[in-house]
């Protein structure tokens, strides 16, 4: 965002004012708020976020068991789509080892 606030700093004025938006039309309590925030933190490998959404939610109430349940949450859920679509990408191993699918990364 840095570089973004010196030489876009029209878009980082717009997020400001879409965070005030969220905060002020959210609809859930900031516990949920900070599990959501926490868990998409994780996903996104943001060790900021993940530290600000960690004591965020430390101080809306929230327990460290309840954050390693997200955290373990996160990481089986991620499991389970990684899974899922590299059995899609070689779904066909077969036919690739028997050198019947092409890719374009070997150039």
């Given at each position: ?94 036919e ?8 374009d990364?070997?150039?």
């Amino acid at each position: 965002m840095r570089m973004l606030a010196e030489f876009f700093p029209e878009f980082s004025e717009m997020l400001d004012k879409m965070d005030e938006l969220y905060a002020e039309k959210r609809s859930i309590d900031e516990k949920t708020y900070q599990f959501i925030c926490f868990a998409l933190s994780i996903k996104a490998r943001s060790k900021p976020c993940v530290l600000k959404h960690f004591k965020g939610a430390l101080e809306a109430g929230a327990t460290v068991k309840e954050l390693s349940y997200i955290l373990a949450l996160v990481m089986r859920e991620a499991a389970g789509a990684d899974d899922c679509w590299t059995h899609d990408v070689i779904g066909d191993w077969g036919e690739i080892i028997k050198g019947n699918v092409s890719c374009d990364c070997q150039k």
